[in-house]
């Protein structure tokens, strides 16, 4: 039985888009971290582009780990202070 349905994508996809579009890095440029937020940033969206391209090819599989990945990005940076979303 396979439980990952299209509609189920398509939420996970929406979730880390909003997500994506309203966070913003908290911490200053000259701050040490900051580079780690960058990195952070675009490992995150780098992961959304993958989910997208796995989508495009009928891989739900790899589409909806590769956005777990990115959502896992963006949800640690947040919890180590390196983001906030906007309000």
């Known amino acids: 039985m396979d ?11 929406k979730v880390t888009e909003k997500v994506l579009n309203n966070i913003k890095i908290k911490i200053k440029k000259g701050n040490k971290n900051y580079k780690h937020a960058i990195k952070f940033l675009d490992t995150a969206k780098r992961y959304y582009e993958d989910a997208k391209y796995f989508k495009n090819k009928n891989d739900r599989a790899s589409a909806f780990g590769a956005l777990n990945y990115a959502f896992g990005w963006l949800d640690a940076g947040k919890e180590i ?3 906030e979303e906007r309000k």
Request: net charge negative; glycine share 8%.
């Open 3 to 13: 439980t990952l349905t299209d509609e189920r994508l398509e939420r996970e996809f």
């Open 81 to 83: 202070g390196l983001f």
